[in-house]
């Protein structure tokens, strides 16, 4: 039997190292409508029609971790409009903490229309002039909740733009003082920057404060003006600081690559139909934090790390069966059951 606290609850997850935190994981940053072609492989201009998702990488991944059985909340603004108000309920009906969510009656919730195309690169299109998630202010941040949380989640699109940035800039700084470990994944959207060069500067600014950090190989090349993403020197000397307690590489169907301290290897994807990539790289980070969140010694433990990362790729690799992203991520018993088989 689990060895109950005074307190009435569980303590078998609790970690030597986890300062006896035991809150949920707050992520912070954008949510939005993904509108998707309700045909695939076309442009956006050839899409006959449309369909709405939730998006936006902060909130799918707190879905993520809500729907692997774990603790999640969601900081972060809308629109005191229709699609704000279904985004809120939806992470709601996903069991996500939404006291974190601020509405804006002077903005509307931002839209993105995404397309795969047929030579399969990803088209974007985005709505936000400014759009609500620019717009939340450090003084509207529920300090109280980034104080609780064990591990603080971001993207890079939340430093693009005041006031969110400062906001953002507030936030890590909450989190970092109260003990909270910093998760960074830069979720490079181009489209949204001044210039490649602003992105580059904007990503790198804020890297040497994040304990883990999770990026794509696309990713590595960009942040190093072209360097080979699959070369283990580059990575390590241009990307690994001394703060990281760990870096992961994906590479979509091919699986992942890590970096700890003491150790570095690749774990091996999962083959499986794709239907729909989106959210996939959402989804693994889900998996990533939320075994994570019950378990720090994978920083130190490289055989625990491993299997952790194979159920990060096995939570990406359900989620690109199903369309859409927040839809398609996994449930804890699917995971285990996908895994068995």
Known sequence: MDHVTSSGKSSDLKNEDCKGKDGPVVCFGEMLIDFVPTVGGVSLAEAPAFKKAAGGAPANVAVGISRLGGSAAFIGKVGADEFGYMLADILKKNNVETSGIKFDPNARTALAFVTLRADGEREFLFFRNPSADMLLKESELDTDLIKKAKIFHYGSISLIDEPIKSAHLAAMKIAKDSGCILSYDPNLRLALWPSAEAARNG??????????????????????????????????????????????????????????????????????KAVDTTGAGDAFVSGI????????????????LRKALH???????????????????????????????
Do not use: M
């Open 289 to 304: 934090i939320y075994s994570l969140a019950s378990d720090q010694s994978l920083f130190q433990n490289e055989e625990r």
């Open 203 to 272: 990503i790198k600014s804020i890297w040497d404060q994040a304990d883990v950090i999770k990026i794509s190989e696309d990713e590595i090349s960009f942040l190093t003006g072209g360097d080979d993403p699959y070369d283990d020197n580059v990575v390590l000397k241009k990307l690994f600081h001394p703060n990281l307690k760990l870096l992961i590489v994906t590479e979509g169907s091919e699986g992942c690559r890590y970096y700890a301290k003491n150790f570095k290897g690749r774990v091996g994807g999962v083959k499986v």
């Open 311 to 341: 159920f990060a790729n096995v939570c990406g690799a359900i989620t690109v069966t199903e369309r859409g992203a927040i839809p398609a991520l996994p449930s804890k018993e699917a995971v285990l059951q996908f895994a068995a088989t």
